[in-house]
């Protein structure tokens, strides 16, 4: 069975930081890509970075510049580094996992409160 162990959330001040982090194991063949996606309260889940290699990285406009991703795909790791938070980050984020037949595998979440 496919796990995605997320860790790293909580509660923060503005302007603080935190590290997500998340390790996949189970049997899902090779990794195509990892991120995470967060869903803000009442809204839907949206796409917060992705790492695709270490030379390709997608992140979404609100986070450009505050947020880094790093990623292993052949250890199934990934971690997002969130500096300068701010309230509308809150939500509960999700970790990804794509595989190369591009069958999704979700983590269950991990909540992130930033304080104003």
């Known amino acids: 069975q496919v796990q995605l162990a997320e860790s790293g959330g909580g509660l923060v001040q503005a302007g603080g930081s935190l590290s997500l982090s998340c390790v996949a194991s189970?049997?899902?063949?090779?990794?195509?890509?990892m991120g995470w996606y967060r869903r803000a309260p009442g809204a839907q889940r949206e796409l917060v970075a992705r790492?695709?290699?270490?030379?390709?990285?997608v992140y979404s406009d609100s986070v450009k510049g505050r947020f880094t991703i790093s990623g292993d795909n052949a250890k199934n790791t990934v971690t997002l580094q969130m500096n300068s938070l701010r309230p509308e980050d809150t939500g509960v984020y999700y970790c990804?996992?794509?595989?190369?037949?591009?069958?999704?595998?979700w983590g269950k979440g991990t909540l992130v409160t930033v304080s104003a």
């Open positions: 990804h996992l794509i595989n190369v037949y591009g069958v999704n595998y």
């Open positions: 189970g049997i899902f063949f090779s990794t195509s890509s």
């Open positions: 790492h695709i290699s270490a030379e390709s990285t």
